[in-house]
């Protein structure tokens, strides 16, 4: 975990996975902490970067002070940690509040998603009454009292009949929170809604709900859809309120099947063009594709357009292989053909985060299967790049 200063106040947050890898950013629930992704990331992690963070006086994060908070102040906080990632463009996945962040990013930032997946969510969750009278009683009974209240609400039947100490173990989470900040986000559920400010957005956008779920029932999630010029929504059976908690497999499963890259009809219309540049600047870092378009020329323009859509569209977009598995196979080729291209390579293995030793098993089978002058080449080039020590 590391902390960055977000306009005065410490921020808790990971920020896990190769930094070629597209970034997918994960918002938790009300109550809760990034923790509730754990048993999803691992299955993220070979094909895509990850970030979560606690939202304020959740988790490890510093709590609120002053004035009130509003959606555009959580969306403000998700991009400056996308900023110390270092991208432009993301993939956004969030729950419960988490989901009422991703809307904010569609609703003024649409421009920065590759995706949007909002789980358990709505445009309006509850009404003002309810959420203005939890924060009342937070304030007054403090939330390890409220906890006890709050948390069966989070989970379906069957989550507590497999996992016995599932509500213990989140009443504590949740009861070592700030009172204020909660209160404050429970004020900002009741006053702060997204009807009317969706459409049109042109954001690639998944819903999920589960079938179980009581803060944000199926219909919630229905009519959320409506607002969203009617993204596709799928609800999990026997599931409640935190699929990533009590599904993490089929959450996972479907999440994948999301951030995956839409190749379209590929065998009648081939790749977007735009899908092999932002994966191009993804692997080989912005700065050497913006050298590459400016020193093109009217000679090599189109040759240039064409591995862009070829090499980076139709092979490194598509998901089949991960990033890591094609940055050996394209430096084990390009070291037994002896190509220019593989300082580029070494540099992008360097990158992905191949190991010393991935490295030397890619070159030790060029040298069994393509001769020993090409390998002993190869290591000779990775040492001047700064490979081994």
Same mark, same amino acid.
């Given at each position: ?51 979560? *963070? ?22 403000? =906080? ?10 432009? #463009? ?12 991703? +809307? ?26 309810? *959420? ?21 609400? *989070? ?149 240039? +357009? ?18 890591? =598995? #094609? ?28 190991? =010393?030793?991935?490295?030397? +098993? ?24 700064? *490979?081994?020590?």
């Amino acid at each position: 975990m590391a902390f960055h200063t977000i306009n005065g106040r410490s921020v808790a947050y990971r920020l896990l996975g190769a930094e070629v890898n597209p970034l997918v950013v994960l918002a938790h629930p009300l109550g809760m902490s990034q923790a509730v992704w754990d048993d999803v990331i691992p299955a993220l992690l070979p094909r895509y970067r990850v970030l979560t *963070w606690d939202l304020p006086g959740h988790g490890a994060s510093q709590a609120v002070s002053g004035a009130k908070i509003t959606p555009a102040d959580l969306a403000a =906080e998700a991009l400056a940690l996308v900023e110390l990632a270092g991208v432009q #463009r993301f993939h956004f996945a969030g729950t419960s509040i988490g989901g009422v962040v991703g +809307q904010q990013l569609i609703a003024e930032h649409s421009d920065r998603l590759l995706s949007a997946t909002l789980t358990n969510t709505g445009a309006v969750i509850g009404n003002p009454d309810l *959420w203005n009278t939890r924060a009342g009683r937070v304030r007054q009974e403090g939330l390890a009292a409220m906890s006890q209240e709050i948390v069966p609400r *989070w989970f379906a039947p069957a989550a507590f009949e497999a996992s016995p100490a599932l509500k213990a173990g989140w009443c504590t989470q949740m009861g070592r929170g700030d009172d204020e900040s909660y209160a404050q986000l429970c004020e900002m559920l009741g006053r702060d809604t997204f009807t009317g400010k969706l459409s049109n957005k042109n954001a690639k956008v998944q819903l999920f709900g589960g079938s179980e779920d009581m803060a944000t029932p199926p219909a919630t999630l229905e009519a959320l859809s409506a607002e969203l010029d009617g993204a596709p929504l799928e609800i999990f059976d026997g599931v409640g309120h935190v699929p990533a908690v009590e599904a993490p497999g089929l959450f996972a499963e479907k999440l994948l099947a999301v951030l995956a890259a839409d190749l379209g009809d590929v065998a009648n219309h081939g790749v977007a063009y735009a899908t092999g540049l932002e994966t191009r600047k993804q692997v080989l870092g912005e700065e050497h594709v913006a050298r590459s378009t400016a020193n093109a020329n009217s000679l090599d323009a189109p040759f240039q +357009q064409m591995i862009t859509r070829l090499a980076w569209g139709e092979l490194w977009s598509n998901d089949d292989l991960t990033r890591r =598995e #094609r940055s050996m196979i394209t430096t084990g080729i390009l070291a037994a053909l002896g190509r220019e291209e593989l300082t580029l390579h070494l540099k992008t293995a360097k990158r992905i985060g191949l190991t =010393e030793a991935e490295l030397r +098993q890619v070159l030790m089978h060029v040298a069994i299967y393509s001769g020993v002058p090409a390998a002993n080449h190869a290591f000779a080039l990775a040492k001047e790049l700064g *490979w081994g020590e």
